[in-house]
């Protein structure tokens, strides 16, 4: 194997990585949601409003 085949290796199994993890990182947060109250979701707006200087008031 060249340097060059290895290199695309790497770029590719690192890719694939990031992917299942983007995808197992969606997969939690959707199953936190269905579990989540609906007032977790209004402080977490609210907070996140705040934290932007965005005014909700």
């Keep these: 194997m060249t340097t060059d085949t290895l290199v695309r290796e790497q ?3 690192t ?3 990031a992917i299942l993890a983007a995808v ?3 997969i939690v947060l959707l199953y936190l949601a269905g579990f989540a ?3 977790v979701f209004h402080d977490a707006a609210h ?4 934290t ?4 909700c008031h």
């Design 47 to 50: 907070d996140t409003r705040h």
């Design 24 to 26: 197992a990182a969606g």
């Design 15 to 17: 890719g694939f990585a």
């Design 52 to 55: 932007l200087a965005f005014p």
């Design 11 to 13: 770029a590719r199994s």
């Design 37 to 39: 109250e609906a007032s």
